[in-house]
């Protein structure tokens, strides 16, 4: 039996938010708990994402009135498999509705506990709604703001969010329609006010990701989690029979050897910020463009797949598609294009002048038809095409550009703008006269108010407000017709990748054989998807970390091994 300078009953490799569900759910159990953190901040990638979970059938749909189940979620799961054709070793039948069977009841589970959360924005469909079981209004959970002054010394601990304020991502969401969304201004005086309220009572609120990860963490804290950081795992430990029993970690400036009797639960992110490995399974996708913590490296992927897991899916990424704007490499978050090209008044093309795609719907199928249509046709950069109506309504890159060039981006060379559409193609380098019928096409369909060539526009998710605008009258579709016209570039950034270890319906690690690595489980982008290589909607990498997280510790602390 091998020796360790320390044993506990649970071992966690990463912080996110899976991690603290299976934390949590071994404590209540009694068990003893040890994270660890490679970073030297706790929270990973959720910590700057918008921390939305994708939960089907969940206790806030009942509470509204809504009516959702099981059997609808894994129709809509089981249709989605159908859209992309390829193989998702990561997605079973079994899996699928683990997920929508047990999504629900760990989100209870967490309310349990303390942790306060509430329904996404209400408007929030899902990506392919219109498919067989697909939700129409919203399956998303959120965490509510969170004062970061709970966490106590801790907070300095917790990775910064991109939303330091008391507001929702839902207020957010009507913030960013300022010149259409009649409530806009009222909103904002509501979050002004309040958050002078919190200043002067000494709060310090997050939103998002961070405060989902700040309410987890004080909840761990305070049922005795054991979480360190920078205390790189550098190797999983098996016996002679083949058992994951322990880690080889650095922590507290030495290399130690931990012991795990229950189980280790690897939930280490991606490997989005390691250019090699997605020169290998991504090509033409750089790391530069990522939005995760710098340390995604894939170290546990590779361990995992030393020790005989199988990797698959290794093609995906959650894709965010995102502008270079002057300054973006300096950018906490990188600026979108979601909420550019979508727009009533806007369109994509490829470096051909022509549109290749639905602007609108899913951003992890918009960033992979920009990947694809590379290969085929120059399409990195991709350019967005805007008129002067879209400037007078809505911003480029956070900035308003229907009055004059943003200061920090004179001289750059970022921002195209042109008297007419031929002088506007001349400008970014594709040809005039396609880029002209490329317009007057679009024009045409806006009029007659149907996308013939890809639809945009008929789902709800197209016309909701993180994509369309709902407080217009085009909501997602409007010509392109008043001078001037603009253009910026648009690039396949992400916001992880989505591809790893293959596991089981009870989080468990497999080998090629289907054959169990006993004792070893893993969740969330450290696996392949049990979505498969579509996203069905937002909340789809976090919603299955924290559930096939809490799925892990059910079933290696013998509560429930029945996940279904």
Known sequence: MAQFDETFDWVVVGSGAGSMSSALLMRQAGKSVLILEKADVVGGTTCKSGGVMWIPNNRFIAEDGESDSVEAAVTYLD???????????GSTPEKRRAYATQASKMIDFLVEQGIELQRGHHYWPDYYDEMPGGFKTTRTVVAKPFNLKELGPWRKKLRKGFIEVNATLSEGMQLGHMRTNPNAKKMLAKIAFRTIGDKLRGRQYTTAGACLQGRLLKAALAAGVDIRTEAPVREIILDDAGKAVGVVAETGGKTIRIGARLGILVNAGGFAKNQAMRDKYIPGSQAKWSQVPKEDTGDMHIELERLGGVLAQMDQMVGFQMTEAPGW????????????TAKPHAILVDQSGERYM???GSYELFCENMLKR?????????????DQQYAEKYQVAGKWIDKKMPKAWEGKGYLHKADTIEDLAKS???PPEKLKA????WNAFARAGKDEDFHRGEREYDKCGYVGDPFSDEKSMGTIEKAPFYSVSCVPGDVSTYGGVVTDEHSRVLRADGSVIEGLYATGVTTASPMGNVYPGAGASVGPSMTFGWIAAKHAAGLDNQVA
């Open 79 to 89: 249709a989605l498999q159908n859209l992309d054709g390829g193989s998702a070793p």
């Open 329 to 340: 490499e300096s950018d906490y978050v990188m600026p979108g294009m979601q909420s550019v």
């Open 358 to 360: 639905n602007e609108g």
């Open 374 to 386: 590379n290969r085929e046709v120059p399409a990195i950069p991709s350019w967005g095409i805007m």
């Open 428 to 430: 970014i380098g594709v």
């Open 438 to 441: 490329t317009v007057e096409r």
